[in-house]
Each structure stands twice: as structure tokens, then as C-alpha cells.
């Protein structure tokens, strides 16, 4: 069972921004309805398609993150 919540909300659960958060829902990346006044609502859990761009990270060897 999904839940909808704010774009605020998933912006600060993921670190970024709310119009970044509005752009994946606009592009269709990020599952979510748009409201007759313009807002938007964002199905929960997420499920975010990832995207065409940039390096495919498969082919880029694993490395060790030192604390």
C-alpha cells in the first residue's frame, strides 16, 4: 500500500531540493499525481527510474571509503 506525500517532505528525506524533486516528477523518473491547483503529490514509497545520463558506474571498479 502506497502513501502521498509533500515534495518538501522528499526533499529533505533525500538531501535535495524541492524543484529537483518537482523536475523527476515532471519528467516522469519519480511516481506521483499532479493536483488541479498545480501541486504535486509523491507516491510512497518511492520509485525512481534511474536516468540516461552520465557515466554507466557497472564498468567503474568499487573503491574503499575511508572514515
Known sequence: ????????????????????????LTSGRMSGKRLENGRWLVDWPLQITPGERGPDMASYPTRLVKN
Open 1 to 24: 500500500m502506497s502513501i502521498q506525500v509533500k515534495p518538501s517532505q522528499v526533499a529533505k528525506r533525500l538531501s535535495i531540493s524541492e524543484r529537483r524533486v518537482r523536475q523527476l
